[in-house]
């Protein structure tokens, strides 16, 4: 994920990557991987916020499900595509932030 750099250190990439975290923890993901370029010093910045573990190698980091944090036990076949629902869900997250 990049962040237009008009929008940089404005909150909008710990916003976006702690929705993304909630909706794939609501899903019934355990675990959440970052990879990053060594030099990199915003990501581990933000990630580290957020409870982040590092390692084993320079440039990854790893988040965990809380055991509290509510999970969908079946997803309903019903429901649309997951890129459509990405696709949605990312325009609802940036209005939200655009409203703060």
Known sequence: MTIDGAYQRRGLGRYLVQRLLALAFASGAELAEFNFHPTNCALPRLVRGL?????????????????????????????????????LEMEGIVAQWRQQ
Not at 69 to 79: K, T
Not at 81 to 86: K, T, V
């Open 51 to 87: 409870g982040a573990k590092f390692g084993p190698s320079p440039g990854s980091a790893w988040i965990a499900r809380a055991a509290e944090s509510p999970r969908r036990e079946r997803p309903d076949p019903r429901e649309i595509s997951a890129a459509r629902l990405y696709h």
